[in-house]
């Protein structure tokens, strides 16, 4: 078979095609690798531009972090700047015992120095050089917190020199008894089997606790320092026994722990420490007639420990004269205590408000001092320990009754004094211990008039007019004389322990003798007559 001759054409078209195609790959690949190299240097251009945003943004938050932490440590140091708080110290309360125990192993590398701690109430005392290591370890740690404060001080209150106010106060003096509703009573065993711990400077040894003081250190050593005698006449007012410094609850055993320098001061943490100790140590009853303006979470939670372990708290409410209670007595859970005088009038300098409690004698009552010294004890540090007495006496005289339960017979048995009802000037009232004392007793009959008054607001005097019988009363009649003008007002029901009032007009000017007498209905005999009569004398915007 012969072959046909190949075209010349043919060649020439194929290598025309594969030259094309070279060539068409040459371009194609260039302009994919300059497409690349587009890319890769957009790309760089976004990581460099990303980079310097981040960088931008890692700068402002860490701007941001410096003005916060330079907000915060300016807010530190202003909490920290005050006159009545230990300086360079810092009280601190922690979420839990890990937080607790976390702080105390970092503390020194910190920069910080722990004072004191506690695991009961999952605190610390810390003293720092630096207020930036201080800042560092709080808003590096912040979730650990439960509050950072100032460690406020504490001091034995100051009685004035001169009193203020135009009212006169009567001394107390050795009729104490008297003052509380208990004259004649034999007081001999009331407190039998009660420990009181009295956290003061130190209670030294006297004879008129016989023997049943001991003493708890928390490191401010056992007694008082020689002629420091707040402590020993705090402990004779609430159980003293000898006749010329003789307390409420003279069977009761004292547990003295002493809180203060020689100086009489204190702080709060110091305060917290003691309190857990005094319940730790089975004090029932926990007076403190010590006080500063600062409370802390530290000392509620060291209040709040010995609540649910049964005790209470007694303290003095303060002698500035405030509208304010100090610390710890400013404590809701905290049974606080002013003073009255012998009249059971409230003594001019003790501080008043909506958190006092109760009143009590705290004017020139002759109580035990340093080195076996009497003297006329005056102020609420007098009057804290004559309720924490009282509450020892209701224990002893009713077995199995515990301490919350004796507060809550003798705050419900009270001479309403001032305006009627609950006031600031003096809270729930005057202690009434014989009351209180006799309050099971169902044939106790006893009406009284309880207080004049001034209600400026209207211009009359209020006059409280109070049961304190274990029945109802009807029937009584109040005698009221006005300067001599004499009128008969009848008095409606009042319940067993309930009081009213009867408004008496007194001239705006000029003084007002008032004399205002409570008779009973026929018939009814009256245990304690001498409260039916009250006499006084007004002058409006004097006082009485």
Avoid: C
């Amino acid at each position: 078979m012969s072959r046909k001759p190949r075209s010349p054409v043919v060649p020439a078209l194929v290598a025309v095609a594969l030259i094309g195609f070279l060539a068409w790959t040459l371009v194609n690949h260039q302009r994919r690798a300059a497409e690349k190299a587009r890319s890769e240097a957009v790309a760089v251009r976004e990581t460099i531009a990303d980079a310097a945003q981040k960088a931008r943004d890692n700068a402002f938050a860490a701007a941001a972090r410096r003005a916060t932490a330079k907000a915060f440590k300016e807010q530190l140091a202003a909490h920290l700047d005050g006159g009545r708080m230990r300086k360079n110290e810092v009280s601190l309360a922690f979420k839990d015992a890990d937080a607790l125990r976390r702080f105390l192993a970092r503390a020194g590398a910190a920069g910080l120095t722990v004072v004191a701690s506690s695991e009961t109430l999952l605190s610390a005392r810390v003293s720092y050089a630096s207020l930036d290591a201080l800042a560092g370890e709080i808003t590096g740690n912040s979730g650990d917190y439960e509050e950072v404060g100032g460690n406020y001080i504490v001091s034995i209150p100051e009685v004035p020199v001169e009193e203020r106010g135009a009212r006169r106060q009567s001394p107390v003096r050795n009729n104490l008894l008297g003052a509380v509703g208990a004259g004649g009573m034999d007081n001999s065993e009331w407190g039998r089997g009660v420990t009181i711990a009295v956290l003061d400077s130190g209670v030294m040894a006297d004879a008129t606790f016989q023997g049943r003081v001991r003493a708890f250190d928390i490191g401010l050593g056992l007694s008082a320092d020689s002629g420091v005698g707040h402590g020993t006449a705090v402990a004779s007012l609430a159980a003293g026994a000898a006749a010329d410094a003789q307390g409420i609850a003279p069977g009761a055993d004292i547990l003295s722990i002493r809180v203060t320098d020689a100086t009489g001061v204190s702080d709060m943490f110091t305060i917290a420490q003691a309190i857990v100790a005094a319940a730790d140590n089975g004090a029932q009853i926990i007076n403190v007639s010590l006080g500063g303006y600062g409370g802390s979470a530290v000392l509620a939670r060291a209040i709040d420990y010995a609540i649910q372990a049964g005790a209470v708290v007694v303290a003095a409410a303060g002698n500035d004269q405030a509208s304010q209670l100090v610390w710890p007595a400013a404590y809701a859970k905290v049974i606080s205590v002013g003073a009255t005088d012998g009249n059971g009038l409230q003594v001019i300098f003790s501080n008043a408000g909506s958190q006092l409690q109760i009143t009590a004698p705290g004017y020139a009552v002759e109580a035990a001092w340093a080195d076996g010294e009497r003297i006329d004890f005056t102020g609420t540090s007098a009057s804290a320990p004559v309720v924490a007495g009282a509450i020892a006496a209701m224990m002893s005289v009713y077995p199995g009754m515990n301490a919350q339960e004796a507060w809550s017979v003798l705050q419900t048995h009270v001479v309403d004094a001032g305006s009627p009802g609950r006031d600031n000037d003096y809270g729930a009232g005057v202690l009434d211990l014989g009351w209180a004392l006799d309050a099971n007793n169902p044939t106790r009959t006893d009406t009284a008039i309880s207080s004049h008054y001034y209600n400026a607001k209207d211009g009359t005097v209020d006059v409280v007019i109070q049961n304190r019988g274990a029945t109802a009363m009807s029937g009584m009649t109040l005698v009221v004389n006005v300067n001599g003008a004499v009128a008969n007002v009848a008095i409606p029901w009042v319940d067993a322990g309930g009081s009213t009032y009867v408004k008496v007009p007194v001239p705006a000017d000029g003084q007002t003798v008032l004399r205002t007498t409570l008779v009973n209905p026929d018939g009814v005999a009256d245990q304690d007559t001498a409260n039916n009569y009250k006499g006084s004398v007004v002058t409006p915007g004097g006082g009485k």
